[in-house]
């Protein structure tokens, strides 16, 4: 028989509150907006350390007429196309993620319904950008 001194016991010792704690990862459905901001973050570090390889890039086109053919070499192929897709992408992520704080900062969608909408709308307009920065590279 499971009474709140065996769930204070068994699951939070020093604490009053009696809730179970789940900490399996694989099990918590997140909503929508959950996932929105963690890959708001995601795409903001991965473009943090992709200036430091878009500088290097920069640099090397620069520096001589040789240096800017090899580099032309270089990102004509396959792989660097797929990097640059992937950076195209987190960019215009970051950036629709972006304008959606600034709407709702501005007090437009604040409320749960809102937050999901925007997140959804987000998505889809990312995905769509993805699909033309893919058509555009090939």
């Known amino acids: 028989m499971i009474n709140t001194t065996t769930l204070r016991v068994n699951v939070r010792p020093t604490s009053k509150d009696t809730r179970p704690v789940n900490l399996d990862l694989g099990t ?8 929105a901001s ?3 973050r995601v795409t903001g570090v991965l473009m943090f350390f992709s200036s430091f390889l878009m500088l290097w890039a920069l640099d090397a086109s620069l520096e001589s007429e040789a240096s800017f053919d090899a580099l032309a070499a270089v990102l004509s192929s396959p792989l660097a196309k797929g990097i640059a897709w992937v950076i195209a992408s987190a960019l215009t992520y970051h950036a629709l993620a972006g304008v959606k704080h600034l709407v709702m900062d501005a007090g437009v969608g604040e409320t749960l319904r809102g937050g ?3 997140a959804r709308i987000v998505f889809l307009l990312a995905a769509l950008a993805a699909a033309a920065w893919g058509t555009l590279l090939w």
């Open 38 to 40: 963690i890959t708001h």
């Open 28 to 35: 918590i459905e997140l909503p929508v907006t959950a996932y």
């Open 116 to 118: 999901v909408i925007g």
